[in-house]
Nanobody
């Protein structure tokens, strides 16, 4: 079955950096785009970044453009989210997501990122 396991979250000061990882299994990882989303209590889940199956095309939300970078390692079935110059408003639960068996979308359990001094 599809499994997505995020790691790398934590508490960081404003201006700091974190690197999130998501290990995927249960599908042909290299054949599908991967995404990162985030959600805060009371708000809808927000798409943060997407990377194509080969990793040669990426898109990021305007709110994180220039600060966050999505990438992937198809040899290790892992997708990353490098987050730099973090702001308090980046505080959220971050989720890895894939849709290898459309229309069902799969989600990891999430990793909490808290940006605070």
């Amino acid at each position: 079955q599809v499994q997505l396991v995020e790691s790398g979250g934590g508490l960081v000061q404003p201006g700091g950096s974190l690197r999130l990882s998501c290990a995927a299994s249960g599908f042909t990882f290299s054949s599908y785009a991967m995404s990162w989303y985030r959600q805060t209590p009371g708000k809808e889940r927000e798409l943060v970044a997407v990377v194509s199956s080969r990793g040669d095309t990426t898109n990021t939300a305007d709110s994180v453009k220039g600060r966050f970078t999505i990438s992937r390692d198809n040899a290790k079935n892992t997708v990353f989210l490098q987050m730099n110059r973090l702001k308090p408003e980046d505080t959220a639960m971050y989720y890895c997501s894939a849709a290898p068996f459309w229309p069902k979308r799969y989600w990891g359990q999430g990793t909490q990122v808290t940006v605070s001094s």
